[in-house]
């Protein structure tokens, strides 16, 4: 069991976890950075959708490659921290177009015959 000085201490708990102390400490600045990183982008991402609402990740993308360093984060994983943070625009629903006939269009008459048709394609 850990005494007492131990359970306090970096050193102590990397003991008991089976880690080095060079590796938390290596964890915990990666894990800073990301965070840091990440916020870098989200607040790229807020400042142009105040503009441009319904601008879509690609094009965000593209423009935070210009201007942002993106080193280490590509497509996807952009994606996923602004779908992380609610920021993915909600594709417009689309429903399917049929015959409009509430037009002001002139209207003309069928002048064939149907009882001519005896079969496909009126042949």
Do not use: W
């Amino acid at each position: 069991m850990l005494n007492e000085r131990e359970k306090l201490s970096i050193a102590g708990l990397c003991r008991a976890l089976g880690i080095t102390r060079q590796g938390y400490y290596q964890n915990e600045r990666r894990e800073t950075m990301e965070r840091l990183r990440n916020e870098i982008i989200l607040e790229f991402v807020r400042l142009h959708r105040l503009h441009h609402p319904k601008m879509g990740s690609r094009k965000l993308y593209s423009l935070a490659k210009a201007e942002l360093d993106m080193r280490g984060i590509g497509r996807d994983r952009f994606f996923n921290i602004l779908r992380n943070n609610g920021l993915l625009v909600e594709r417009k629903t689309t429903k399917a177009r049929t015959t409009n006939s509430n037009h002001g269009f002139q209207v003309y008459k069928n002048e064939l015959d149907e009882s001519a048709m005896s079969r496909k394609n009126g042949g």
